[in-house]
Each structure stands twice: as structure tokens, then as C-alpha cells.
């Protein structure tokens, strides 16, 4: 931006830095929608769309052929720009109607010169979206990533390989939602088995590591183990009767799954909190807590494969 209030500065397609005035009435580019489309283009914000139609190639105003090379999306509801397929955050038939969906987008290229826009999708998991919340959730996961922290999506549903028929799409791992934005867990970068029944995931919470960030195919693929290793795993074996910390897992009808240190299972019964709502405790999972185990239910020792019984930290126990 220019040190004039609401002059952006932005380079044309050709490389040369034009000025495009967002302030001043009467200009082209006057308003709110420009200095979105201008802010998009410089700090890469998202912003919302509409798909309006299909956008074919024309030659003087006249389609050459009867295949789209994309969609003409408004942004904000007011100015056209072309989302490619090759941009598109999901697959799209070429034959179906989308008209009048809901798009999150961010500026790809934009010339100052013709104002043509072209935008790249990020792909979202609602229609109706918070660009507040999207950009928000953004900037979270960027952080995540350069700093190694950690974020707190939850599941909405599974993902599948690709087959030419249904049983041999088996399962890759699971769509997880950040704030509305869509992201991807591998079941080998979770603690579920490729078995576990989807209905009893979804809504459940995770605590995750950012993986990694695929600009040019606009994913995110997330990991359960990287927080697991670092804020529990290394921590003393848990022993009867003394408080030890685990990471929540999972909600079912008849435990509560605690990821213990030293790879420890732990399992809340579900019969001793009896007039706790399950969407209560559904919202403990992706969590760090504080519990005591009571009772060794399982000890394999050549496999160390340990699993305890264990109940929450009364409140106010030290």
C-alpha cells in the first residue's frame, strides 16, 4: 500500500507497479470491495464468493466450445473473477449446475490495468461461512506450522481413496474442520483404526499438529501424534492412584479414551458419570486432562500393551 489512505499498490501483468485508488469516488476501483480485492491480493485474505455460471473460451464475446475452463464467481456480490478448474479447492463435474454456491476464495492474479481477477478456492466445510472466522482460522494454522504449535479442529467425515467401485475405496483418513476450514487427517496420523465405525468420530474433537500445508493444492494434512509425542508420550508410566495426565481420544456409549504416557491406554468407564451428557463429554475430546488410574485392566508385557481404568482428577485435589 502507498502512503496515500486506501492507494494500493500492485504490479499488472506485465511486472509494472500500478496505483489503484479505493478512496476517491467515481474511480473504478472505489469502495470496500476493492480494498478486500486489494488486501486479498497483497496479504492473501479470503474472501467470499458466489459461483454464477460457467466461464467457457470466448473468442470476440463468442464461446469456442461447449467445455468450461471454469466458473465466473462474484466476490462480496459485486465483482466478477475467474476461478479455474485447475484452482478449484474440490472436484467439480463439468455438467453439473453449482450456480449460487458458496465459495471461499483468495486472490491469484489481479490486473489493475483491464481489473480482470483470477482466484484460487480454499476449500471450506460449511456454506454458510464466517469470513471473519476463515481468516482467522488461517492465520492459526500458519502459526501452527511455522512454530510447531498446536490447533483443535474437529471430524466431520471420512475420506476414501479413489476405486472404479465402492468396496475398494478403502478408507485414507478424515476430513476435519478448523474453524470451517477444511483439512485432512491420515489414519496413520491418528490414534483410530482404519476399522472404527465413522459414526461414532463424528464431532469428535482432536488436538493436532500442522503436517503440512500444500500451496499449490491448497491442503492441509494434520497429525494426533506430533502433540501426543511432545506434550504426553515421555512423561513417567502411569501408576495406581496417583494423578497422571492424558489426551481425551474419544466419546462412545461405554468409555471415554485417554491417551496415557508411555503409550498407556487409559479408559474412563462410562457407568460412573451416568448424568453427564455425552455431548458433554464429547467436548472434553482433543483435551488435556488430568486423571488417577485405579485399576490395571489389560498388561501384556512382551508386547507392552498396557491399558488401565482411570477416573477424572477429583476438582480441588492437589
Known amino acids: 500500500m502507498s502512503d496515500q489512505q486506501g492507494i494500493y499498490e500492485i504490479a499488472n501483468n506485465e511486472g509494472m507497479i500500478c496505483y489503484v485508488d479505493t478512496a476517491t469516488e467515481g474511480k473504478k476501483t472505489y469502495g470496500q470491495d476493492w480494498v478486500d480485492v486489494c488486501e486479498s491480493t497483497l496479504n492473501c485474505t479470503i474472501l467470499r464468493g458466489e459461483i454464477e455460471k460457467y466461464q467457457y473460451r470466448t473468442h470476440e464475446g463468442e464461446p469456442i466450445d461447449d467445455q468450461p475452463t471454469g466458473f ?68 492459526l494454522i500458519g502459526q501452527a506450522y511455522e512454530d510447531g504449535k498446536y490447533i483443535r479442529g474437529t471430524i466431520i467425515a471420512e475420506k476414501k481413496k479413489w476405486a ?49 500445508i500444500n500451496v499449490e493444492k491448497m491442503t492441509i494434512t494434520l497429525s ?45 468407564p462410562r457407568y460412573m458419570f451416568p448424568t453427564v451428557e455425552h455431548n458433554d463429554l464429547l467436548k472434553l475430546t482433543g483435551s488435556l486432562i488430568n486423571c488417577i488410574p485405579f485399576k490395571v485392566k489389560r498388561w501384556d508385557e512382551i508386547n507392552n500393551d498396557l491399558c488401565m481404568l482411570v477416573s477424572f482428577k477429583p476438582e480441588g485435589n492437589r
Open 72 to 139: 465466473v464467481v462474484t466476490i462480496n456480490g459485486n465483482i466478477e473473477a475467474f476461478l479455474p478448474f485447475k484452482l478449484c479447492g474440490r472436484f467439480r463435474e463439468s455438467d453439473i449446475n453449482y450456480d449460487g454456491d458458496t465459495v471461499a476464495v483468495m486472490v491469484e492474479s489481479f490486473d489493475p490495468n483491464s481489473l480482470s481477477i483470477i482466484v484460487r478456492e480454499i476449500t471450506i466445510t460449511d456454506q454458510n461461512i464466517d469470513i471473519a472466522l476463515i481468516n482467522e482460522a488461517v492465520d
Open 164 to 212: 472404479d467401485n465402492e468396496h475398494d475405496r478403502k478408507r485414507a483418513g478424515f476430513l476435519v474442520t478448523i474453524n470451517g476450514i477444511e483439512a485432512f487427517l491420515p489414519v496413520s496420523m491418528s490414534f483410530y483404526s482404519y476399522g472404527i465405525d465413522i459414526s461414532h468420530l463424528i464431532g469428535t474433537n482432536i488436538m493436532a499438529g500442522i503436517e503440512e
Open 224 to 268: 494426533m501424534k506430533a502433540p501426543y509425542e511432545k506434550l504426553i508420550s515421555t512423561k513417567p508410566l502411569p501408576l495406581k492412584d496417583e494423578v497422571t495426565t492424558g489426551l481425551v481420544t474419544q466419546v462412545t456409549p461405554y468409555n471415554i479414551y485417554v491417551l496415557l504416557p508411555q503409550n498407556v491406554m487409559g479408559l474412563i
